[in-house]
């Protein structure tokens, strides 16, 4: 499950970079593989983990293409303003939500912790929700503010 956690937090990356046409199934897909990897490499022990890794990459690559391919332009556009809006607006716990009525996508975006790194950044934590096709899936995040004041997710 840590695999569709990230891929749905990958899936926020997506929408922040504003990928457009088929850029979003192919960088769902290569985001999608390498969080699947490293969820693999958290799993594995020994050669185990190799086959964990493999694993992890085939099965990430293939859910993050999915639903990079099931979120068109409008529902990216609505994820990203959501997103922005939650992470500079909102106080931890409480959502910004958002929907596109001709897909009948939508989301949520809730900020769970925020605080600064030893570096003097300022970052948040968060939970997201994507239903797509009447599944949802949950996934989990980290966004640092940058310094023209966006935010820009960093896991």
Do not use: F
């Amino acid at each position: 499950m840590d695999i569709l956690k990230g891929t749905v937090a990958a899936i926020a990356v997506i929408a922040l970079m504003g990928c457009s046409g088929g850029e979003k199934e192919k960088a769902g897909t290569v985001i999608g593989a390498g969080l699947g990897a490293l969820a693999g490499a958290h799993v594995g022990k020994g050669k185990g983990k190799l086959i964990a890794v493999a694993v992890g990459t085939l099965a990430g690559a293939a859910l993050g293409g999915e639903v990079g391919k099931s979120l068109d332009r409008a529902d990216r556009l609505a994820m990203q303003k959501s997103t922005q809006t939650a992470l500079e607006k909102n106080k931890t716990g409480s959502g910004s939500t958002w929907r596109n009525p001709d897909s009948g996508n939508e989301g949520t975006v809730t900020p769970t912790r925020t605080y600064r790194t030893e570096a003097g950044r300022y970052c948040r934590e968060y939970q997201q929700t994507i239903t797509v096709g009447g599944k949802t899936e949950t996934g989990y995040g980290r966004a640092c503010r940058q310094p023209d004041g966006s935010w820009r997710i960093v896991s």
